[in-house]
C-alpha cells in the first residue's frame, strides 16, 4: 500500500507565506504526476498545481506567480510553496500522486490522495 502524509499547513496573516510538503512512502516502484488540489467550504475540489515526473509544471490562473510546485523525486516528496496569501487561499490543501505501485501480483498504475491539510489566511 502507498500513503501520502502532508504537512506545513496552518494560520497565516495576508501577505504571508506558507510551504507544503506531502511525502509519499510505500511499496513504490516510480512516482508520474503529483498535484495539489484544495476544497474551501461550500465548493468544489480544484487543481492548485501539478508537475510532471519530467518536472513541467502548471499553476492554476488564480495562483500564477504566487505560488510555486516542485519535487524531489529521492525523497518521494511534492511541495507547494505559497506567497502573497490571500483569504480566498483558505481551504484544505490534498496532494495526490499517480503511483506505479508494486503488488504482490506485479506493479499497478493508480491515483492516491492525502488526508489533506487545512490553510487559513486571515485578513
Known amino acids: 500500500q502507498v500513503q501520502l502524509v502532508e504537512s506545513g499547513g496552518g494560520l497565516v496573516q495576508t501577505g504571508g507565506s506558507l510551504r507544503l510538503s506531502c511525502a509519499a512512502s510505500g511499496n513504490i516502484f516510480s512516482i508520474n504526476d503529483m498535484g495539489w488540489h484544495r476544497q474551501a467550504p461550500g465548493k468544489q475540489r480544484e487543481l492548485v498545481a501539478c508537475?510532471?515526473?519530467?518536472?513541467?509544471?502548471n499553476h492554476a490562473d488564480s495562483v500564477k506567480g504566487r505560488f510555486t510546485i516542485s519535487r524531489d523525486d529521492a525523497k518521494n516528496t511534492v511541495y507547494l510553496q505559497m506567497d502573497s496569501l490571500k483569504p480566498e487561499d483558505t481551504a484544505v490543501y490534498y496532494c495526490k500522486a499517480n503511483v506505479i505501485e508494486r503488488t504482490i501480483w506485479g506493479q499497478r498504475t493508480y491515483d492516491f490522495w492525502g488526508q489533506g491539510t487545512q490553510v487559513t489566511v486571515s485578513s
Open positions: 508537475i510532471t515526473s519530467g518536472n513541467r509544471t
